[in-house]
């Protein structure tokens, strides 16, 4: 199946998240793309009402080509803890509550594993790119690993301070930008959608 490509411009990416924004224009970087972020353009935010993180990036992508004629590319992410289930899952920006406190998740998710000795976790990234006639491509990435108490470092955003990828002496949360973008779920997902739909300029 021939995927479409993203031809050098303006590129949405439809999230309010400064992290994301902030993780996914860097990666962005090579591909002349001109970035704009929703939260610049004041776009409404879509109720997430996927049950997948691949069917809510589709609907944020969508939404945000719809708004403003411009191909825009979604992230829908967040952590799968195995011992919990698989929670908070596509619930994980939701389990910090409405202001967006991360310290608090993480404490709620040390909370409900209690002394549980599988403290195996991984990070979920879903990525659509979506164009304004309604076309849509989309990919998954996964990157493993276990969680750590007390939370450790302050780089990244997020989850990022429990979380201990397999084969790694740091968490998310101390490892430099660059180096975590070589191993993350989005930069995982992040490849797979360049090699489909992008091309350097």
């Known amino acids: ?43 409404a935010e879509p109720e997430e009402t996927g049950r997948s993180f691949v069917e809510n990036a589709e609907l ?11 191909p825009a590319l979604a992230d829908d992410s967040g ?20 202001t967006k406190d991360f310290s608090y998740a993480m404490k ?3 909370k409900a594993l209690g002394h549980a000795p599988d403290r195996r976790a991984h990070f979920v ?3 659509a790119l979506a164009w304004p006639d309604g076309h849509v491509e989309s990919v998954e990435g996964f990157v493993h690993g276990e969680l750590v ?5 302050n780089q990244g955003f997020g989850y990022d301070p429990m979380f201990l990828p397999n084969g790694h002496a740091l968490t998310f949360g101390e490892m430099a930008p660059q180096e975590k973008h070589q191993i ?9 959608l360049v090699d489909a739909c992008f091309e350097p300029v």
């Open 125 to 127: 990234c879903a990525l």
């Open 60 to 70: 944020k992508a969508r939404a945000a080509a719809e708004a403003t004629g411009l």
């Open 149 to 153: 108490w007390p939370p450790r470092g």
């Open 184 to 192: 993350s779920h989005r930069a995982n997902a992040f490849r797979q």
């Open 108 to 110: 709620k998710i040390e």
């Open 1 to 43: 199946m021939t995927r479409r490509k993203f031809t050098a411009g303006r590129l949405v990416i439809a999230s309010h998240n400064s992290g994301k924004v902030c993780e996914i224009s860097e990666l962005l970087a090579p591909f002349g793309a001109d970035v704009l972020s929703a939260g610049e353009l004041n776009l």
């Open 79 to 98: 952590l799968a803890v195995l011992a919990l289930n698989g929670d908070p899952g596509i619930f994980s920006a939701r389990w910090a509550g409405p």
